[in-house]
């Protein structure tokens, strides 16, 4: 069965960097596939973050929030999902998910109801 796991993630002050790994496993890749970032912080909804599509191969994509700062990168050799995060700032303070499913819409690439399969997180607290 699928297995995402996620780990990396700490307690930073702002303008401190991150990189966030995701360890996958039982993928099956088909079609257009995605695995994602996704973030919730306490009494928010789930966001997207980033997603890459096929290994890379069919784009990237960032929420606004975090464009210019964080990169999503996946070692397909290592099926490993990384996201590097860089200039962290107190908002980024969340619970982040690892998330994997078939994408072939464009516009629901960053929507958490695209991704099947789910990490159980891991925790980044930014502090000012």
């Known amino acids: 069965q699928v297995q995402l796991v996620e780990s990396g993630g700490s307690s930073v002050q702002a303008g401190g960097s991150l990189r966030l790994s995701c360890a996958a496993s039982?993928?099956?890749?088909?079609?257009?596939?995605?695995l994602g970032w996704f973030r919730q912080a306490p009494g928010k909804e789930r966001e997207g973050v980033a997603a890459?599509?096929?290994?890379?191969?069919?784009?990237?994509y960032y929420a606004d929030a975090v464009k210019g700062r964080f990169t999503i990168s996946q070692d397909n050799a290592k099926n490993t999902l990384y996201l590097q995060m860089l200039s962290l700032k107190p908002e980024d303070t969340a619970m982040y998910y690892c998330?994997?499913?078939?994408?072939?819409?464009?516009?629901?690439?960053?929507?958490?109801?695209?991704?099947?399969?789910w990490g159980q997180g891991t925790q980044v607290t930014v502090s000012s």
């Open positions: 998330a994997a499913g078939t994408c072939p819409r464009v516009a629901s690439r960053l929507a958490p109801q695209t991704y099947k399969y």
């Open positions: 039982g993928i099956s890749y088909k079609g257009t596939y995605c």
């Open positions: 890459i599509v096929n290994g890379g191969s069919g784009g990237t």
